[in-house]
């Protein structure tokens, strides 16, 4: 069982970028799409971004496409979300999942979560 845990988060002012990391314990990372999601305070949570197993698929919601950035290392059992040109509304509790689904959006298909890392974008 893959277990994830994300790093990375913290304080930044509008315009600028953080580097969310993902690392999973497990030999089996690499057979698993990986996708980020976040929470706002009192928002549901949403779909950010999603890479297939071997990295060759991904895709972005609307609202970070062009400013965010998924990859992965599968040698390195860790999956990245560059997030670059912040805005305020991109402040949220950011989460990495995995599934054995193919890059879907829907939080009900990802089966392991990870803890959260708190992103939050001053204007």
């Known amino acids: 069982q893959v277990q994830l845990v994300e790093s990375g988060g913290g304080l930044v002012q509008a315009g600028g970028s953080l580097r969310l990391s993902c690392v999973a314990s497990g030999r089996t990372f690499s057979s698993y799409t990986i996708g980020w999601f976040r929470q706002g305070s009192g928002r549901e949570r949403e779909f950010v971004a999603t890479?297939?197993?071997?990295?060759?698929?991904?895709y972005y919601a609307d609202s970070v496409k062009g400013r965010f950035t998924i990859s992965r290392d599968n040698d390195k059992n860790t999956a990245y979300l560059q997030m670059d040109s912040l805005k305020p509304e991109d402040t949220a509790v950011y989460f990495c999942?995995?599934?054995?689904?193919?890059?879907?959006?829907?939080?009900?298909?990802?089966?392991?979560w990870g803890q959260g890392t708190q992103v939050t974008v001053s204007s």
């Open positions: 999942a995995a599934t054995r689904h193919g890059t879907v959006v829907h939080s009900t298909l990802y089966d392991i």
């Open positions: 890479i297939i197993w071997s990295g060759r698929s991904s």
